[in-house]
Nanobody
Framework: QVQLVESGGGLVQPGGSLRLSCAASGSIRRIYDMGWYRQAPGKERELVASIMNSGTTNYADSVKGRFTISRDNAKNTVLMQMNSLQPTDTAVYYC???????????????????WGQGTQVTVSS
């Protein structure tokens, strides 16, 4: 069983910064792609940023130049630095990870997608 624990959300003024953190724990054999999604009121959940095991990143057009995603493989953690925050960034942010977990039977690994519980980011004007 894998758990993703998120932290770093909160209330910030326009132009301010926050850093989100997501740490994975459990019987982890491999962590492949990791990313952050968000869901604003009245909108569908959307991909904000992702990072592959190779380090390749991609961002939604709305956050390019303002957000930076990174990962610390030794700590099974993905981070997202958010600068120049705007009211339109207000949303619940969810961590996502594609993880191979250990199993008791052959092939001894099973790959699944996991989600964090979500953390609220509010940018107040």
């Amino acid at each position: 069983q894998v758990q993703l624990v998120e932290s770093g959300g909160g209330l910030v003024q326009p132009g301010g910064s926050l850093r989100l953190s997501c740490a994975a724990s459990g019987s982890i054999r491999r962590i492949y792609d990791m990313g952050w999604y968000r869901q604003a009121p009245g909108k569908e959940r959307e991909l904000v940023a992702s990072i592959m095991n190779s380090g390749t990143t991609n961002y939604a057009d709305s956050v390019k130049g303002r957000f930076t995603i990174s990962r610390d493989n030794a700590k099974n953690t993905v981070l997202m630095q958010m600068n120049s925050l705007q009211p339109t960034d207000t949303a619940v942010y969810y961590c996502n990870a594609d993880i191979g977990v250990s199993t008791r039977t052959f092939p001894y690994i099973q790959r699944s997608t996991y989600w964090g519980q979500g953390t609220q980011v509010t940018v107040s004007s």
